[in-house]
């Protein structure tokens, strides 16, 4: 299957600073990639929907402000959290597939802290 | 919108048993995507299995089955011969085919008993 690298697996912040979680289709371009966020004994929760060269499209409640997304190339998609604060600590997944008629490649996943 | 629900929080089964996760989902839509992932303890998702919609024919993966009733929206995993590294989360997903992204129930914690 194809794979979906991200990084970092894990990352300590303080609050009120910003950190960057890349994600990366390594041997396919990905013209769509999909960020989860994911609490503790809970379900992936879908916050938005990385286009390459264009908008990301978020769901429902997720802050556009805090968690910026930028799909600049057709293998790399990065999520932003911007000024972050504890409550932003959880385990962020991003995902990607070849079309619609394949399924979904999920990366390792980051753990972010906020401290 | 689409929902999916898993109504087994935890299950358990013995090592080189059968055990079986239930998963409902509500649509409207004919055609769709199911399918079930795997997390384990890593928390890496693992595809376990895909099913097509407009397929009958309930897909099977070597050990892992599933029994596909689309008239009752119904999409179980049956695991047999449970192994030790079976132990994970598991998590039912659905998918439109006119849409990417993946709409996933709560999950079922499996343990297997040695």
């Known amino acids: 299957g194809a794979v979906v690298s991200q990084h970092p697996s894990r990352v300590i912040c303080k609050s009120g600073t910003s950190v960057k979680i890349e994600c990366r289709s390594l041997?396919?371009?990905?013209?769509?990639m999909f960020w989860y966020r994911q609490f503790p004994k809970q379900s992936l929760m879908l916050m938005a929907t990385?286009?390459?060269?264009?908008?990301?499209?978020?769901e429902q409640g997720v802050e556009k402000d805090k968690f910026l997304i930028n799909h600049a190339s057709l293998t790399l998609s990065t999520l932003t959290v911007t000024s972050a604060h504890p409550e932003d600590s959880s385990f962020y997944i991003c995902?990607?597939?070849?079309?619609?008629?394949?399924?979904?490649?999920f990366g390792q996943g980051t753990r972010l802290t906020v401290v | 919108a689409q929902t999916v629900t898993q109504s087994q929080p935890e299950m358990s089964v013995q090592e080189a048993e059968t055990v079986t996760l239930s998963c409902t989902y509500d649509t409207s839509e004919s055609d769709y995507y199911l399918f079930w992932y795997k997390q384990p303890p890593s928390r890496q998702m693992i595809l376990v299995i895909r099913q097509e919609a407009y397929k009958q024919q309930n897909a099977t993966e070597n050990r892992f089955s599933v029994n596909f009733q689309k008239a009752a929206k119904s999409f179980s995993l049956k695991i047999s011969d449970s192994q030790l590294g079976d132990a994970a989360m598991y998590f039912c997903?659905?998918?439109?085919?006119?849409?990417?992204?993946?709409?996933f129930g709560t999950g079922t914690r499996l343990t297997i008993i040695p």
């Open positions: 997903a659905y998918r439109s085919l006119t849409d990417e992204k993946l709409t």
């Open positions: 041997d396919f371009q990905a013209t769509t």
């Open positions: 995902s990607a597939g070849y079309d619609l008629y394949t399924e979904a490649f």
């Open positions: 990385s286009n390459e060269g264009s908008k990301a499209t978020y």
